[in-house]
């Protein structure tokens, strides 16, 4: 069946280095791949997506890898910060039945000290 | 800008309670709605989502039903809750089709439901 997961369920960093977080996926069929960042008690909030038909996409201290062939995700972020403290999700988007059919992965928690 | 409001953020309920979540979208128009539900240190697991109003797809077999009075208005509901229902419910819009973008969901705070 479908499924995202990762490969990390915590990620522990020092301040100021760069955290790597990773994802697999087994559905080469989505359309999109996101990533969401949760804090403690609240919903999570989009951070980036990729198109399927790309490689790497950049954002502001963030950068998310799509590797195909091995069917892999990871959300680099540079300059770690302890703000950045969260659990990130990884998702497969397709759009299916008239809906955005979103399917997420386990969750990674970062953890980030001073 | 848009906006997602959720409520009540928390709530204690005995076994065999009634319940009832609410969700608003404010400034959009015919949004996709879902509701998920997070349990303790887990990912999101889809329970339901609407394409229109009285229009209600249900993901898995559950306690639980969902209902769209209003284009941007949905409802989470039980007539008796269960323990196994304890969790973290959260309510998410979406634009119809992608849009051009990667149809993201945007969520909303969230329900913290505690059964005893």
């Known amino acids: 069946g479908e499924s995202v997961g990762l490969h990390l369920p915590t990620l522990s960093v020092q301040e100021g280095d760069n955290s790597i977080i990773n994802c697999a996926y087994s559905n080469s069929a989505s359309d999109y791949f996101i990533w969401y960042k949760q804090e403690s008690g609240k919903g999570p909030q989009f951070i980036i997506d990729i198109r399927s038909n790309m490689d790497k996409r950049q954002g502001q201290r963030v950068t998310v890898l799509l590797n195909k062939t091995v069917k892999h995700l990871s959300l680099q972020i540079a300059a770690t910060q302890p703000g950045d403290s969260a659990v990130y999700f990884c998702?497969?988007?397709?759009?299916?039945?008239?809906?955005?059919?979103?399917?997420f992965g386990a969750g990674t928690r970062l953890a980030v000290h001073p | 800008s848009q906006t997602i409001h959720q409520w009540p953020a928390t709530l204690v309920q005995p076994v065999g309670s009634p319940l009832s979540l609410e969700c608003t979208v404010e400034?959009?128009?015919?949004?996709?709605l879902y509701w998920y539900r997070q349990a303790a240190g887990r990912g999101l697991q889809l329970l339901f989502y609407?394409?229109?109003?009285?229009?209600i797809s249900s993901e898995v077999p559950q306690n639980l039903s969902a209902s769209r009075p209003q284009d941007r208005q949905f409802i989470l509901s039980s007539k008796k809750l269960l323990l196994s229902d304890s969790g973290f419910y959260l309510c998410a819009w979406s634009r119809q089709g992608y849009g051009g973008g990667s149809g993201e969901l945007f969520f909303g705070e969230g329900s913290r439901l505690t059964v005893l």
């Open positions: 998702a497969e988007s397709s759009f299916s039945g008239g809906y955005n059919k979103l399917i």
């Open positions: 609407s394409v229109g109003i009285g229009q």
């Open positions: 400034g959009t128009s015919n949004p996709n």
